[in-house]
């Protein structure tokens, strides 16, 4: 059957927990679909949102396999097992079996024009900024506007050719073969050997080619590339990805596809988990001053800046909701929030070892003005240049001064020192 047809009898058979989207068209105009798989799916909702994206190369045809597959069983056992149970009721999981539809019916690794998708993204290296340029190609520009719209958490893309979970940096300046730390290296580090570890077989050191990693690189130190997805989500859509080779084969025969499911599914599972819920996670509201008898002063979510200190990583609470997600591994972390207006507020944390992460919410309070503050205020509003240095005696000296200027609606400069 072909997948397009699979996916649309799959949500007629699972509609109580799934959802199919175009979220574009390649290149020959086939769309690029997306199954959505949640309780509610199609609602909004404060809970985390993972992708899975497979097929980014053509002949790499093992992650449509894996996605689809994936969704079989989560509608098989979601009301019957806590795995799945959890992932259902608790994140909206996107599936993208395939992301290059042209060049799987052409079976090469590139799209319908040559271009390798995986070298496609803007690289931090040519623009810092990595804002979509308007040159990529059509299935990229894709990928990116839905991402940076749908604000991911955390993602996973499918890849063959070896037996790895790799993660950031891709690209290094000068395209030597090194090690690129990205500051999240620890984190990334514990979401690709959560992967490679609960894999069948991904972490067995019997590997030529990673016989000490553990199942896990960094990308760069495996071989550098530029404009990669991975270092375009994490720099750019604040979306952590892993891309994951999951068979030394390239377009293993159909036989092995069970096998190569039942290795994988663990994995995925766990991964979903430990990214979207095994870090720190919460919201952030603002208290107003508008009070309800017998509930207290009103609480209203808000979108603020949230990052680890020591870490230069941004991620953003949701406006409608106020819920923030920060993947992170294992350990003590001091958690800062901050919004304009508001004073910063700071907790620290200890993410456990056991996957279930840390909820913290925080309630963000204006601060209130100060002597000098209101005098500021008043000053800019009336356009009088007064600047006032020292407190005390010479607040008030001030304050006198601003009544007479108002009084005799005259121009003053004053400035009063301390001693």
């Known amino acids: 059957m072909p997948m397009q047809d699979h996916l649309k009898e799959f949500v007629t058979r699972c509609s109580s927990i799934s959802r199919l989207k175009s979220i574009g068209k390649s290149t020959k105009g086939f769309n690029i679909w997306a199954l959505e798989i949640s309780d509610k799916p199609g609602r909004g909702e404060p809970e985390p949102h993972v992708k899975l994206v497979g097929n980014l190369h053509g002949d790499e045809p093992t992650g449509r396999a894996l996605t689809m597959a994936l969704a079989e069983w989560l509608c098989k056992n979601y009301e019957s ?5 959890r992932i259902v009721n608790d994140v909206h999981l996107w599936l993208v079996p395939s992301m290059n539809p042209d060049g799987f019916t052409a079976r090469k690794r590139e799209n319908i024009n040559g271009k390798d998708l995986n070298r496609n993204f803007p690289d931090r290296f040519i623009d810092p900024s990595m804002e979509p340029t308007g040159e990529e190609e059509a299935e990229t520009a894709v990928m990116m506007k839905w991402s940076l719209t749908q604000h991911f958490v955390a993602s996973l893309a499918f890849h063959e050719g070896a037996l790895v979970a790799n993660y950031p940096f891709d690209g290094t300046a000068d395209k030597e073969t090194r090690y690129e730390a990205c500051t999240d290296d620890e984190t990334f580090k514990y979401l690709a050997s959560t992967y490679a570890k609960s894999h069948a077989n991904m972490s067995v050191a019997d590997s030529e080619e990673f016989p000490n990693g553990g199942g896990i690189t960094n990308g760069a130190a495996w071989y550098p590339i530029q404009g990669s997805m991975q270092d375009w989500n994490y720099l750019r859509a604040g979306c952590m990805e892993v891309t994951l080779e999951v068979s030394g084969l390239k377009w293993p025969p159909e036989s092995v596809l069970p096998q190569l499911f039942k290795d994988n599914l663990p994995a995925m599972l766990e991964y979903i988990k430990i990214a979207a819920l095994g870090g720190v996670r919460g919201k952030v509201v603002v208290e107003s001053n508008t009070v309800r008898k017998d509930k207290g002063k009103e609480m209203h979510p808000v979108e603020a800046n949230v990052t680890i200190e020591g870490i230069d990583f941004v991620v953003r609470s949701n406006s409608v909701f106020g819920d923030f997600y920060r993947p992170l591994a294992p350990g003590k ?35 209130k003005p100060s002597s000098i503050d209101v005098i500021l205020s008043l000053e800019t509003q009336r356009q009088h240049n007064l600047v006032l240095i020292g407190s005390g005696i010479g607040i008030m000296w001030g304050l006198w001064i601003m009544h007479r200027q108002m009084t005799h609606r005259s121009m003053y400069s004053v400035r009063q020192r301390s001693m």
């Open 333 to 367: 972390y001091t958690v800062v929030v901050r919004r304009e207006g508001y004073p910063t507020a700071r907790s620290n944390i200890t993410v456990p070892v056991d996957g279930t992460g840390v909820i913290r919410d925080f309630v963000l309070r204006q601060k």
């Open 81 to 85: 097992d806590a795995d799945a149970k």
